[in-house]
Structure formats: structure tokens, C-alpha cells
T-cell receptor, first 114, second 119 residues
């Protein structure tokens, strides 16, 4: 049973437009969420995160929105650039137990067309 | 900073042989390292958590005798796939967390992964 779901395996966007990547989770105990970006043949790199006590976190062109009641978060990239083309993984962390090991979604492949 | 080096990046081996994958944190000490496996179009599945100086903690369904993990120092963890079979072919990725960074908001630093193909 997947606790973190990224239902769109791929997304195609034109350069300059907004990219919106969605993520849903089932475990209401998750209290920290992260987005990772992965290029082919490379490991994921941390992009942006948000605590469950917030509903928005912004870092340059990247903004993550969290809707706790809906158990939904989204990553907005604006304006999108061709270099943003990558696979984006949503991850959620459970604070209890102290290990804070993230649970990952399956990823969404973003393609930004020039 | 926070570079994790994983070696080899790809390996092809014959069925029945063993393969060792190394994961090094180059510019920080990592008390905890994680080993993930990724199937095509699937999420990163946690295989085990490796703590320096102690036995690894394996996730349910992961055979500890098949996937041997050693974390002998604060900068090195190894995963050995023993008696590999074609079904072990996958993409294996290690990640590390900075020493002292065991908090909910400390992201993992990933290696570039190892593509294992067992023929």
C-alpha cells in the first residue's frame, strides 16, 4: 500500500509556463514533506521541503503548497525552464521514532519544451 | 558540500556471483546511510538502514543474507549482493545523512546509483 502517491507519471510543459506536480499521501501522521529532483543516471537531489505546520514554502522559482486536510501537496515551478526536465520525487517523513526516514512516491517525469 | 560517491555506477555480472557496491560520504561524516532500490517507473524502495558500527536494519521482505550491508566507518557503507540472480537486476541507490543531522528537516544526500544487471 503506497503511502505517498504521485498519480501522474509524466508531465509536459512549455518553457516559461508553470509546472505543477502533485502528490497525495495517506498517512496523516506524516509531518514533513520533501521534493527531490533526479536526472538520469544520477541520484536524487534535495529541492525543497515543507513542515506540516506551514501551508506554503517558497524558494526562488519553486514553491511547495501543503493542504493537510486533503493530504495533498504540490510543487509549482514558475517559470519552467528546459533544465528543469527531470524526475521529481515527493517524499514524506514521520517524526515519531526519531529516524525520520522518508517514504517516496513513484516520481513524476517533467519535460519542459523549449 | 554533502557529496556522496557511489561506486560502481554500473555493473554486469553472471548469475551466482556476488557484487559489492560502495557508498562514501566525501566531505561529511554520516552516522546513518540508507540503501534504496528502484525498479523501472517505481518509487525508491528502502531496503535497509545502516548505522556506523552496528548491524543494519532491514525492511520487511528484504533478505539480509542476500543483501549484506557493512558500515565500518563514518564515511563508508557497502552493499554486497550475494549469489546474484537476474531478478536482482535493478538500480541501487545509497544515501547518507550528516552526523548530527538526525532531524526531521535534514534531507538525505544521495549517491548517483548503481545499475546492476545480472545475466
Amino acid at each position: 500500500d503506497q503511502q505517498v502517491k504521485q498519480n501522474s507519471p509524466s508531465l509536459s510543459v512549455q518553457e516559461g509556463r508553470i509546472s505543477i506536480l502533485n502528490c497525495d499521501y495517506t498517512n496523516s501522521m506524516f509531518d514533513y514533506f520533501l521534493w527531490y529532483k533526479k536526472y538520469p543516471a544520477e541520484g536524487p537531489t534535495f529541492l525543497i521541503s515543507i513542515s506540516s505546520i506551514k501551508d506554503k514554502n517558497e524558494d526562488g522559482r519553486f514553491t511547495v503548497f501543503l493542504n493537510k486536510s486533503a493530504k495533498h501537496l504540490s510543487l509549482h515551478i514558475v517559470p519552467s525552464q528546459p533544465g528543469d526536465s527531470a524526475v521529481y520525487f515527493c517524499a514524506a517523513t514521520l517524526a515519531s521514532g526519531g529516524s525520520y526516514i522518508p517514504t517516496f512516491g513513484r516520481g513524476t517525469s517533467l519535460i519542459v519544451h523549449p | 558540500g554533502a557529496v556522496v560517491s557511489q561506486h560502481p555506477s554500473w555493473v554486469i555480472c553472471k548469475s551466482g556471483t556476488s557484487v559489492k557496491i560502495e557508498c562514501r560520504s566525501l566531505d561529511f561524516q554520516a552516522t546513518t546511510m540508507f540503501w534504496y532500490r528502484q525498479f523501472p517507473k517505481q518509487s525508491l524502495m528502502l531496503m535497509a538502514t545502516s548505522n556506523e558500527g552496528s548491524k543494519a536494519t532491514y525492511e520487511q521482505g528484504v533478505e539480509k543474507d542476500k543483501f549484506l550491508i557493512n558500515h565500518a566507518s563514518l564515511t563508508l557503507s557497502t552493499l554486497t549482493v550475494t549469489s546474484a540472480h537476474p531478478e536482482d537486476s535493478s538500480f541501487y541507490i545509497c544515501s547518507a545523512r550528516r552526523r548530527g543531522g538526525v532531524t526531521y528537516n535534514s534531507p538525505l544526500h544521495f549517491g548517483n546509483g548503481t545499475r546492476l544487471t545480472v545475466t
